[in-house]
């Protein structure tokens, strides 16, 4: 999967989620590896925002390689998990991560 087509699965996903009831969140994701990319997701005003580009006032960054990712997305990596045993790093505030993770899981 090409970077340009993982943002296009998160945004797809982002378009689901009901965000009406959800506090203000900022994550910054750094993808890793061969196809390499930042992007961030926001909610703000009952809306999520996907975009690619680095979000300077975010709440967290979470770096992690595409496989980790996708696997993250689909519900098939545990996200306490994947940050124990070192696949996820969390850079800022760790449970606005988890609570990122459980907004974009399908």
């Known amino acids: ?7 296009t699965k998160v945004r ?7 965000a009406s009831n ?8 750094n993808i890793t ?5 930042v992007f961030y997701v926001e909610v703000k005003d009952g809306r ?13 960054a979470i770096t992690i390689n595409m496989t980790n990712f996708n ?3 689909d519900g098939k990596l545990d996200p306490v998990l994947a940050f124990t045993t ?8 760790a449970g606005k991560a988890l609570e990122f993770s459980k907004l974009i899981k399908k």
């Open 22 to 29: 959800r506090d203000f969140l900022a994550v910054q994701i």
């Open 48 to 60: 999520i925002n996907v975009e690619p580009y680095e979000y300077n006032d975010r709440n967290c």
């Open 33 to 37: 590896g061969k196809d390499s990319g």
């Open 12 to 18: 797809t996903l982002a378009s689901g989620v009901d």
């Open 86 to 93: 070192g696949k996820l790093k969390v850079d800022g505030d």
């Open 71 to 73: 696997k993250l997305i």
């Open 1 to 7: 999967m090409t970077f340009d087509e993982l943002l």
